[in-house]
């Protein structure tokens, strides 16, 4: 099978390149990244060097790239390419739409016009809005985002329904909760946490720091992601939750007890425009079709995730210095 992922050398995309390379050593796997900011190079170094691991630099909006891909005969596309950072949304909008609806449109044309079997839409919970106090988001839930990011991923699940309907691609679209572990830029809550109390800076936190999310190990979103690629039917949606809530302030406390580091680094600061009280998954449909649990609990999935950032000097240091993608041996 000949399987094209975008995004793969950012933070989900390259867990998920690593899991299909262990899981299935006979794919072969064509790593589609443009390496934007939030792409690390060393994310995949430890299998560029398979003859079945293919990695091209380019941009999901680039037509003619995107067909000379397809014609490589890639049997399903998963697509993780996206710009993803809600406050980076609220300062530069145009940029997630270029992004999380021109280039998703461009890569569903590509793959309809080239017939591609399978097609994974990785999307997010908080195109369902905001939740209250109690309650959860299942798949019929009406789509609510409240964000420029969330707005463009909505846009984006919108054509790939349309293209399923309108032109019967088999499209399955995925919304995960909240992912954290390895390999995460270091400008969403937890990695900015871990490395920020690593090198006893402040710590930034919103409003109260009483807004909860639902988070879920990433390798839990990759085997979910995985079953679907395989089993999951054309047409439909999966959420995917880990069935973790916690506010995050308990999340930085967390992390600062794992570390030995002070709650004195907390810094609260004005509250972000538009801020989500409350995501909530619920996952039952996948669990039920097609058999997904996750594999972490939030504790041991936690501590996994501060020993990855702390063991890995150098991934932290490049990012550190600007130098994250400046190393070309893998292009």
Request: hydrophobic share 35%; net charge negative; proline share 4%.
């Amino acid at each position: 099978m000949r399987l094209l992922i975008t995004g793969g050398m950012g933070f989900i995309g390259s867990n998920f390149v690593l899991h299909m390379l262990r899981q299935y050593p006979d794919y072969q796997i064509y790593n589609l990244d443009l390496l934007t900011y939030a792409s690390h190079i060393d994310n995949l170094l430890e299998v560029a060097s398979l003859p079945n691991y293919h990695f091209i630099q380019g941009d999901i909006c680039d037509k003619q790239l995107l067909s000379q891909l397809m014609n490589e005969g890639i049997d399903a596309v998963i697509h993780f390419a996206a710009e993803s950072h809600v406050d980076r949304s609220i300062d530069n909008p145009f940029a997630f739409v270029d992004t999380n609806v021109q280039g998703t449109l461009a890569l569903l044309e590509a793959a309809r016009v080239h017939k591609v079997k399978r097609f994974v839409q990785v999307s997010t919970d908080e195109v369902y809005g905001s939740l209250g106090g109690s309650g959860y988001f299942s798949e019929t839930t009406p789509l609510a985002p409240n964000s420029p990011y969330s707005s463009s991923k909505a846009g984006a699940d919108l054509l790939a329904r349309a293209y399923f309907h309108t032109y019967g691609l088999p499209v399955m679209t995925t919304r995960c909760s909240n992912n954290y572990g390895p390999r995460q830029f270091p400008e969403k809550l937890i990695p900015l946490t871990i490395l920020r109390a690593l090198n006893n800076e402040g710590i930034p936190l919103y409003g109260d720091g009483l807004n909860i999310r639902d988070w879920l190990y990433v390798d839990d979103h990759c085997s979910a992601i995985d079953l679907v690629l395989h089993h999951g039917g054309p047409g439909e949606v999966y959420n995917i939750g880990g069935h973790n809530e916690y506010t995050n302030i308990a999340i930085i406390r967390r992390i600062l007890a794992e570390l030995g580091k002070p709650e004195s680094l907390i810094h609260y600061v004005k509250d972000r425009l538009g801020h989500d009280r409350r995501y909530a998954i619920n996952a039952a449909k996948i669990r039920k079709e097609l058999g997904w649990v996750p594999n972490h609990h939030f504790e041991s999935g936690i501590q996994k995730t501060v020993e990855w950032y702390v063991d890995n000097l150098q991934w932290r240091n490049k990012i550190a210095a600007g130098t994250h993608n400046k190393n070309n041996t893998l292009l």
